[in-house]
């Protein structure tokens, strides 16, 4: 072996690392996805994006300014936002897993897909 064969390596292995702290780093300080609660009337009301993947343990937000009261309703966690015409509302997803939800006031649905 020749001396000075580690040092790419180790400069390979520091290089990698730096890489992941930053990219942790950014992770760590993004702003939670945020779903909207579009449209203007019953007939199109909607959340946007209607499907959104997430890292488990990363919260997501709804934020909803609209003519009329909607929610966020996730039957088998048992868990919803309050009704209102101008709210928002946010939940941590600790496990892994698909999780649908709905505006049980007008009925249209969305999908969580925390990974």
């Known amino acids: 072996m020749s001396e000075g064969?580690?040092?790419p390596r180790l400069a390979v292995t520091v290089a990698v690392a730096t890489m992941a702290a930053l990219v942790?780093?950014?992770?760590?300080?993004?702003?939670?996805?945020?779903?909207?609660?579009?449209?203007?009337?019953?007939?199109?009301?909607?959340?946007?994006?209607?499907?959104?993947?997430?890292?488990?343990g990363q919260t997501a937000n709804w934020s909803w300014d609209s003519n009329g009261p909607h929610d966020v309703t996730f039957p088998k966690l048992d868990?919803?936002?309050?009704?209102?015409?101008?709210?928002?509302?946010?939940?941590?997803?600790?496990?892994?897993?698909?999780?649908?939800y709905l505006c049980s006031v007008h009925g249209f649905r969305g999908k969580i897909i925390a990974g």
Do not use: H, Q
């Open 24 to 56: 942790a780093s950014a992770s760590a300080s993004a702003k939670p996805p945020t779903i909207f609660v579009n449209g203007d009337s019953p007939a199109n009301y909607k959340f946007s994006p209607r499907v959104l993947e997430i890292d488990r």
């Open 5 to 7: 064969r580690g040092t």
């Open 79 to 100: 868990k919803s936002s309050i009704t209102g015409a101008s709210e928002t509302y946010k939940l941590k997803f600790k496990k892994r897993g698909t999780f649908r």
